[in-house]
């Protein structure tokens, strides 16, 4: 007889099982549903909102509205206790601001609106008018030295306007347009044709803002310059020569001055040194450094009761780190950092080239002051004397550069993928459209072809 009797209906494999636990069938989590695929959707998320064709328009106007609101506050507090050392009321420099902002704005918003071919247009006009005004600054009588800076003329009362801020929208404006004729005809290959006019006319307004000894706006003019060579394509070899040559005249300036060599000699100092010469300089990091992580308050700097000179003009972003502490400055970087990359962005996806030249040019000309603004608070480089683009006082500064906001608007507005997306948001249907009509007591009705209700 065998061993053990198999049960009818049940396979030996079945036998051999009776008694064995079953191995604990591990619940799996389903996919998409962990952690690291949560922290990837987020990831592809906001990658597809990063690259949406309104995403460039969104950035640049948000980014210089914050950045104008935000400096409108902190001109009112870090000029109140010298308008009131002056005897003026508290709110005396914040509300030529808060009109040259308004201003501004509408400018703002001619620019945004205004086609292309108009722009171009207006490039010869800009830069002729700008060129008499820089000229007119310098005759005996009608132009102004504040600070021992002859750039200014005189409007009548307290208002001021000084061309050379212009200057730097002229040339972009110009030399835009010029670049952008030439390069359609193929003839930025020769190096005659990529140089003359643009680096006359450059050299000639820089001659005439070193005429008045504002070598900080010389600088930002030279740096649109670099700018607008880079974008055209310039040699290597001609770019050095360039920038040779431009830092021999600059290293000469800079000798021959001692007022500019008492500037260069205070980068990195932590003392005001013999006879206060570097008093600015130390200052602005005194204010800086007492801000901590979250600053002193809003409205409770220290430097700004006659510490700090020119609290609301070119150290005004000391100011922000002693009342908004680390994190207002990383704040105000990260909004000037969004604006030049949505800048890079027009310039770089247009097909346009006169576009391209001018959205370089601007994106060159307020990233390059903010980081001459920003090293010299910071100890970094020398003082130049150089606002705050959109954030100092200062309205012959601020109208400029929001009328070149503008433009970065409307050439965000007119990629052709931006184009279609805001075309695509207007309304297709309306009451002189699909017949929509509104009747006083009477509900909405539509009309019908054969006039049936």
């Known amino acids: 007889m065998p061993a053990k009797q ?3 209906g049940r396979r030996p494999s079945a036998v051999k099982a009776q008694g064995r636990k079953r191995p604990a069938v591990r619940s799996k989590r389903p996919a998409g549903r962990g952690p690291l695929a949560r922290l990837r959707r987020t990831q592809r998320q906001l990658q597809k909102a990063w690259d949406r064709p309104l995403t460039a328009y969104y950035l640049i106007f948000g980014s210089s509205l ?13 000029s109140m206790i010298k308008a009131l050392q002056l005897g003026l009321g508290d709110a005396y420099f914040f509300k030529k601001q808060f009109l040259a902002a308004l201003i501004g704005g509408a400018l703002l918003l001619v620019a945004s609106r205004m086609p292309v071919k108009l722009h171009r247009a207006l490039s010869y006009p800009v830069i002729a008018g700008t060129l008499f005004l820089m000229v007119l600054v310098q005759v005996p009588g009608i132009g102004v030295s504040i600070n021992g800076n002859q750039n200014w003329i005189s409007l009548g009362g307290p208002f001021m306007l000084q061309p050379s801020e212009f200057g730097k ?10 670049l952008a004729r030439k390069g359609d005809k193929g003839l930025l290959s020769q190096w005659k044709h990529l140089l003359v006019p643009l680096v006359p006319v450059a050299f000639l307004l820089l001659g005439l803002i070193m005429l008045g000894g504002d070598m900080g706006t010389a600088m930002i003019l030279g740096a649109i310059l670099f700018g607008l060579l880079w974008l055209a394509g310039a040699p290597t070899r001609m770019f050095v020569g360039v920038l040779a040559f431009a830092g021999a005249i600059v ?13 260069l000699e205070c980068l990195g100092a932590t003392e005001p040194g013999k006879n206060d010469l570097c008093w600015q300089a130390v200052h602005g990091i005194y204010a800086l450094a007492s801000g901590g992580w979250f600053g002193s308050g809003l409205g409770a700097s220290v430097e700004k009761w006659g510490q700090l000179p020119e609290a609301h003009t070119d150290f005004i972003f000391a100011i922000t780190g002693e009342e908004l502490g680390l994190a207002g400055t990383l704040s105000v970087l990260a909004l000037f950092a969004a604006l030049g990359y949505a800048g890079i962005r027009v310039a770089g996806r247009t097909e346009d080239s006169f576009v391209r030249f001018a959205a370089g040019g601007v994106t060159t000309w307020i990233t390059a002051q903010a980081v001459i603004n920003i090293g010299a608070v910071l100890g970094l480089l020398p003082i130049a004397g150089v606002p705050l683009p959109l954030f100092s006082y200062g309205g012959s500064a601020l109208l400029p550069t929001m009328f070149a906001v503008g433009l970065l608007i409307a050439f965000a507005r007119e990629e ?11 309304p297709k249907t309306g009451w002189w459209r699909t017949g929509v009509r509104w009747k006083s007591m009477r509900r909405r009705v539509k009309k019908r072809p054969s006039g049936e209700r």
């Open 251 to 263: 290293a000469l300036l800079i000798k021959t001055s001692p007022h500019r060599m008492d500037r």
């Open 6 to 8: 198999m049960l009818p």
């Open 66 to 78: 914050l950045i104008t609101v935000l400096g409108l506050v902190m001109v009112y507090s870090a």
């Open 416 to 426: 052709p993928a931006a184009r279609a997306a805001l075309a695509m948001r207007q």
């Open 169 to 178: 929208l002229a040339l972009i404006l110009w030399g835009a347009d010029l």
